[in-house]
């Protein structure tokens, strides 16, 4: 049963910057299109960012311009850079993939288990 793991999150003061990491736990064939969430306390969970398998990417209006998705598809790997960080920016962030594990598979859906993002005011 393949994992996203995601890593780099943590306590930052507004302005600062953060790079959130996901990657599967163990090695697959091929990772699709991938997306970051996040989801504050007393508020639904909202997309972030996504980028699709040709690296195309699209951003939350509230995060555009301060917030760049990226991919390593080597690694099978997605980053989230944080500038520009506001107290409102606090949430977990979640991310989730389609992913392929292994040539005889169709994509599926994946998520990870979220990492704390705290922008203190």
């Known amino acids: 049963q393949v994992q996203l793991v995601e890593s780099g999150g943590g306590w930052v003061q507004p302005g600062g910057s953060l790079r959130l990491s996901c990657a599967p736990s163990?090695?697959?064939?091929?990772?699709?299109?991938m997306r970051w969430y996040r989801q504050a306390p007393g508020k639904q969970r909202e997309l972030v960012a996504g980028?699709?398998?040709?690296?195309?990417?699209d951003y939350a209006d509230s995060v555009k311009g301060r917030f760049t998705i990226s991919r390593d598809d080597a690694k099978k790997t997605v980053y989230l850079q944080m500038n520009g960080l506001k107290p409102e920016d606090t949430a977990v962030y979640y991310c989730?993939?389609?992913?392929?594990?292994?040539?005889?598979?169709?994509?599926?859906?994946?998520w990870g288990q979220g990492t704390q993002v705290t922008v203190s005011s």
């Open positions: 989730n993939g389609n992913l392929r594990e292994y040539t005889f598979n169709s994509g599926t859906e994946y």
């Open positions: 163990r090695r697959i064939y091929i990772a699709y299109a």
């Open positions: 980028i699709d398998t040709d690296g195309t990417t």
